[in-house]
T-cell receptor, first 113, second 114 residues
Framework: SQKIEQNSEALNIQEGKTATLTCNYTNYSPAYLQWYRQDPGRGPVFLLLIRENEKEKRKERLKVTFDTTLKQSLFHITASQPADSATYLCALDISGGYNKLIFGAGTRLAVHP | KAGVTQTPRYLIKTRGQQVTLSCSPISGHRSVSWYQQTPGQGLQFLFEYFSETQRNKGNFPGRFSGRQFSNSRSEMNVSTLELGDSALYLC?????????????FGSGTRLTVV
């Protein structure tokens, strides 16, 4: 069955550093992959989508890479700030584009001043 | 532009009862999906509707059902509630037939079954 793995441990970094989060998947070849941010008690917030034919995507301080050979996506936050502290989720569409996403368990990021 | 609205925000029900949750997507969004989120299982897909048709269903028992109306608003229903149904239920909408856009999630309905 399809499986998505994200760093299970919380990631603690110092303000100003770059945070790198990992998403690995098996048994599927998704057309695209999405990253979301979730704060406690709130719904996830969409950050970035990257397609299988795109190696890298950027948005402000965020960067996502997608390696379909390694079946891995990396999510980077540069110049991190305490306000970036949240849980970050990656998601794959497993329905061939019919909006059925499976989510990883998420990685909790804590940015310390 | 209004976001995805879910009602109610909190709900407490007794085992054996049934519950209906409501979701109003962003205006113009025709795809509505429902997810269950628990600490142990994370976010799990329940079902997705597009133009009043259920296109996908997750691995949940038949007690979980949903529907979408002509104005794209959606409801999900859980019958014969069990303690394990306690969770945050999230609704998400998308403008596209295919998931080439990110979802916009609501704040969720926190259901507690006692």
């Amino acid at each position: 069955s399809q499986k998505i793995e994200q760093n299970s441990e919380a990631l603690n970094i110092q303000e100003g550093k770059t945070a790198t989060l990992t998403c690995n998947y098996t048994n599927y070849s998704p057309a695209y992959l999405q990253w979301y941010r979730q704060d406690p008690g709130r719904g996830p917030v969409f950050l970035l989508l990257i397609r299988e034919n795109e190696k890298e995507k950027r948005k402000e301080r965020l960067k996502v890479t997608f390696d379909t050979t390694l079946k891995q996506s990396l999510f980077h936050i540069t110049a991190s700030q305490p306000a970036d502290s949240a849980t970050y989720l990656c998601a794959l569409d497993i329905s061939g584009g019919y909006n059925k996403l499976i989510f990883g368990a998420g990685t909790r990021l804590a940015v310390h001043p | 532009k209004a976001g995805v609205t879910q009602t109610p925000r909190y709900l407490i029900k007794t085992r054996g009862q049934q519950v209906t949750l409501s979701c109003s997507p962003i205006s113009g969004h025709r795809s509505v999906s429902w997810y269950q989120q628990t600490p142990g299982q994370g976010l799990q897909f329940l079902f997705e509707y597009f133009s009043e048709t259920q296109r996908n269903k997750g691995n949940f028992p038949g007690r979980f059902s949903g529907r979408q109306f002509s104005n794209s608003r959606s409801e999900m229903n859980v019958s014969t509630l069990e303690l394990g149904d306690s969770a945050l239920y999230l609704c998400a909408s998308s403008p596209a037939l295919e998931g080439t856009y990110g979802y916009t999630f609501g704040s969720g309905t926190r259901l507690t079954v006692v």
